[in-house]
């Protein structure tokens, strides 16, 4: 009987020093959540929120213009795992619907991280400008949602992710004053674009954008569009025009020629999957911008 009953007590030690040991060591992959995203930037912040209890993926490939972008079979099986599904939302995720749909798993949870943010409209993107997440302080809000869907999904660890979302929001405000100081010493404040990717980080940080050469997807400007963009960018004595990694840079590039300005080839959206990190992005974009308007 005592015999019996140190046993007893053997399997119960047994237990709790397993139940310890697999609280302590980070989760096998397999115990990770699997949080799709749209872009890398929310793939980041889905990592930076949830550590090594998460594995996130960008649905849009490095490189890709996620404006035309187009689902394939790979996405649908890859997406199938995944607990968590993070768009930005304002149209920049048009095929979402159709991905949802024919998803195998019906509890998957969506979070539309745009969800209250004040939308800059009026631009050639229908139903509004999709780009907040190159307003730092708007990715503040996008990362907060995102926090919020993994303590949804997984509540028991929800301190762990609420410790991690403080610490990364830090970051980015520290981010944040870093742009604004740096930007408040530039000589010059006005550029024309390729696509308005930069409107929020533009009304942000005071910056002007004064003329778009692609008024919408796939447009290419005729002679008098072409005048008239150089006309603008003369008047308003603009020092650059941003050009994008995901677009073509021809147009751009003979426009700068005849205005005699840089072009900057911007990257809105990161070009390596497994090596992305949001704020070296955009630090590395503010001292592209700074090479034409310092
Ligand atoms: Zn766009």
Not at 167 to 178: F, T
């Amino acid at each position: 009987m005592i015999y019996h009953k140190n046993f007893q007590l053997l399997i119960l030690l047994l237990v709790v020093g397993a139940m310890l040991i697999s609280c302590s060591k980070p989760p096998a992959d397999q115990d990770r959540i699997v949080v799709a995203t749209s872009i890398l930037p929310l793939m980041d912040f889905a990592r930076q929120v949830g550590g090594d209890r998460v594995d996130a993926f960008a649905i849009v490939p490095p490189g890709v213009n996620p404006h035309i972008f187009e689902l394939t079979p790979e996405i649908l099986i890859k997406t199938s795992r995944a607990k968590l599904l993070i768009l930005n939302g304002i149209g920049l995720e048009f095929w979402a619907d159709d991905l949802i749909s024919n998803l195998q798993q019906s509890d998957i949870v969506v979070i539309e991280t745009s969800k209250g943010v004040e939308v800059l409209e009026a631009d050639d993107h229908t139903g509004g400008n999709p780009h907040i997440w190159l307003d730092p302080v708007i990715a503040m809000h996008q990362v907060r949602q995102i926090c919020a869907g993994l303590c949804r999904v997984d509540s028991i660890h929800a301190d762990y992710y609420r410790t991690r979302e403080a610490r990364y929001i830090a970051d980015l405000q520290k981010l944040d004053e870093e742009i604004r100081m740096e930007i408040a010493g530039w000589r010059s404040r006005a550029f024309i674009c390729f696509h308005p990717s930069w409107r929020y980080f533009a009304e942000s940080y005071g910056l002007v954008q004064a003329a778009v050469i692609e008024k919408h997807p796939g447009f290419e400007p005729n002679p008098k569009d072409v005048a008239e963009i150089i006309r603008v960018a003369q008047e308003i004595k603009a020092r650059a025009i941003f050009a994008e990694k995901q677009f073509p840079v021809k147009i751009s590039q003979a426009i700068a020629a005849e205005c005699n300005i840089h072009v900057i080839r911007l990257d809105p959206l990161g070009s390596d999957a497994e090596q992305f990190n949001y704020i070296q992005l955009l630090k590395e974009n503010v001292r592209q911008m700074a090479l034409a308007l310092k």
